[in-house]
């Protein structure tokens, strides 16, 4: 499996913004997908995560209720829809498989291979 992100770019605070991750490989969609994110100057963060099927996500505290993790199987594409953004919201977003279950809630990087690159996400007040 192979990820590419996209949408990232420059968007004023309380604006939306939706970044794609498109993943190759035949069995993609039995993988759990997340996005993990890193502001200048600190350590990459969890931010999002779905299982495979799209039955379940997981959210961090500091997006929950503003970001949402819809998939689509058919077009091999999950996405992050972010509304609401708030400056602390900078940073590279990064999207990433799980071969395995995410119960319970995988938010570590370590549990989660291969890793797409990053794409920018900058919030301006």
Do not use: H
Request: with cysteine; glycine share 10%; aromatic share 12%.
């Amino acid at each position: 499996v192979q990820l590419q992100a996209s949408g990232g770019g420059l968007v004023q605070a309380g604006g939306s913004l939706r970044l794609s991750c498109a993943a190759s490989g035949r069995t993609w969609s039995r993988y759990a997908m997340g996005w993990f994110r890193q502001a200048p100057g600190k350590e990459r963060e969890f931010a999002a995560a779905i299982n495979w099927n799209g039955g379940s996500t997981y959210y961090a505290d500091s997006v929950k209720d503003r970001f949402t993790i819809p998939r689509d199987n058919a077009k091999n594409t999950v996405y992050l829809q972010m509304n609401s953004l708030k400056d602390e919201d900078t940073a590279v977003y990064y999207c990433a498989a799980r071969r395995q279950p995410l119960m319970p809630p995988r938010i570590y990087e370590v549990d989660y291979w291969p890793w797409g690159q990053g794409t920018q996400v900058t919030v301006s007040s």
